[in-house]
């Protein structure tokens, strides 16, 4: 079946430093893809999304790319503030049988330091 | 616009208790998703609706858990018996056609079995 898998945080990172979180899935068919970011105590934010392969998705700062040969969708950030602190998600949404349901992944912890 | 709400944000309940969890999606959100997140993890599917009926509840644990949408709107997730191991996070989500499927998540409401 369908699956995201993420690397394991936490992360902690100086301010102004490169961020990257990897997240690899495994899909029957064409998912679209996600990043979700849950700040403490909020709820989970679209942070960006990619439809179709080589698609670049971007939002404050942060990118991904949709990359079907290696099946990835790794998280970027050129430079880190202290209020990227937060858990990020990887999901895919399955699209095969008609019910767009996300597959999370486990969530990967950053933390920011000033 | 409004978004996605969730009642109640926190619920404490004994072991063996019945609760129900309610979710207003958006406005003309035809589709509507719940998931649990459990500590530490990511969200995982539980059930989703297609205007009133439940089109996907492949991902309801047991049949202690129930959900309807009775007007194609809000819904209620019912748990029956409730065991210390359905304490997580349970989230409503919404989308339609019109946002691409992209799901809106709600504040999540934190059920907790003592």
């Known amino acids: 079946g369908n699956s995201v898998t993420q690397m394991e945080g936490p992360v902690t990172l100086s301010e102004e430093a490169f961020l990257t979180i990897n997240c690899t899935y495994t899909a029957t068919g064409y998912p679209s893809l996600f990043w979700y970011v849950q700040y403490p105590g909020e709820g989970l934010q679209l942070l960006l999304k990619a439809t179709k392969a080589d698609d670049k998705g971007s939002n404050k700062g942060f990118e991904a790319t949709y990359r079907k040969e290696t099946t990835s969708f790794h998280l970027e950030k050129g430079s880190v503030q202290v209020s990227d602190s937060a858990v990020y998600f990887c999901?895919?949404?399955?699209?095969?049988?008609?019910?767009?349901?996300?597959?999370f992944g486990t969530g990967t912890r950053l933390k920011v330091l000033a | 616009g409004a978004g996605v709400s969730q009642t109640p944000s926190n619920k404490v309940t004994e072991k063996g208790k019945y609760v129900e969890l309610r979710c207003d999606p958006i406005?003309?959100?035809?589709?509507l998703y719940w998931y649990r997140q459990s500590l530490g993890q990511g969200p995982e599917f539980l059930i989703y609706?297609?205007?009133?009926?439940?089109?996907?509840d492949s991902g309801l644990p047991n049949d202690r858990f129930f959900a309807v949408r009775p007007e194609g709107s809000v819904s209620t997730l019912k748990i029956q018996r409730t065991e210390r191991g359905d304490s997580a996070v349970y989230l409503c989500?919404?989308?339609?056609?019109?946002?691409?499927?992209?799901?809106?998540f709600g504040p999540g409401t934190r059920l907790t079995v003592t």
């Open positions: 989500a919404s989308s339609s056609r019109g946002t691409g499927y992209e799901q809106y």
């Open positions: 999901a895919l949404s399955d699209d095969i049988t008609g019910t767009y349901k996300y597959i």
């Open positions: 609706f297609q205007g009133t009926g439940a089109a996907d």
């Open positions: 406005s003309g959100h035809t589709a």
